[in-house]
Nanobody, 117 residues
Framework: VQLQASGGGLVQAGGSLTLSCTASGSIFKINALAWYRQRPGKERELVASILKVGFTHYTDSVKGRFTISRDNAKNSVSLQMNSLKPEDTAIYYC????????????WGQGTLVTVSS
């Protein structure tokens, strides 16, 4: 499937943003959907993933602040980000078709999130 991410922007520290990712086809049979990010000067890293059965995984730095969800009827996956910190500044990518900890082949184009202090 092709993925289209949206929702990035500029926000002050402590603020919130919701990222959305819509697939070109059905995600019903896709087990893992995920969000990754690439911070300036860093490698791309897993932020959160969600399985078809609803199991979720978060990297330690976002636990309690970010929530990943999927809507199979709308072929979409979202990332609600609260209490944002400057270190959350990154390009965020949605991903489909991998596993809890590893990415699949389908990537969205990336959406930039900038958190000002």
């Amino acid at each position: 499937v092709q993925l289209q991410a949206s929702g990035g922007g500029l926000v002050q520290a402590g603020g919130s943003l919701t990222l959305s990712c819509t697939a070109s086809g059905s995600i019903f049979k896709i087990n893992a959907l995920a969000w990754y990010r690439q911070r300036p000067g860093k490698e791309r890293e897993l932020v959160a993933s969600i399985l078809k059965v609803g199991f979720t995984h978060y990297t330690d730095s976002v636990k309690g602040r970010f929530t990943i969800s999927r809507d199979n009827a709308k072929n979409s996956v979202s990332l609600q980000m609260n209490s944002l910190k400057p270190e959350d500044t990154a390009i965020y990518y949605c991903n489909a078709g991998g596993s809890t900890f590893n990415p699949g082949r389908s990537w969205g184009q990336g959406t930039l999130v900038t958190v000002s202090s």
